[in-house]
């Protein structure tokens, strides 16, 4: 799975936040809010609230890239148009 982030400051660091997911970090470095990133989103694809939850949940493959400053493009029928 390919997602995106952005990174902010903080007066305490770094801030790294997934575009797709509500799952942000703080850090030091941008390096270190990258790990912490991936660490947060791998921890919030497996998480399961359950009564009887598995004993283990698989670990899906996580790949991070920079989100890119430009508005979405359209991505089916029901989405307006980016430039409106």
Same mark, same amino acid.
């Given at each position: 799975m390919k997602y995106t982030y952005r990174f902010g400051e903080d007066p305490e660091g770094i801030v790294a936040t997934c575009v797709e997911l509500p799952v942000s970090v703080l850090a030091p470095t941008e390096s270190e809010a990258l /790990? #912490? !990133?991936?660490? #947060?989103?791998?921890?919030? !694809? $497996?998480? /399961?609230? #359950? /009564?009887?939850? &598995? $004993? +283990? /949940?698989?670990? %899906? +493959?996580v790949q991070l890239a920079p989100a890119?400053?430009? &508005? %979405?493009? %359209?991505?089916? &029928?029901?989405? +307006? &148009? #980016?430039?409106?």
């Open positions: /790990v #912490a !990133l991936h660490r #947060a989103i791998c921890e919030h !694809l $497996t998480h /399961v609230e #359950a /009564v009887a939850p &598995p $004993t +283990s /949940v698989p670990v %899906p +493959s890119s400053n430009e &508005p %979405p493009e %359209p991505q089916g &029928p029901g989405d +307006s &148009p #980016a430039a409106e």
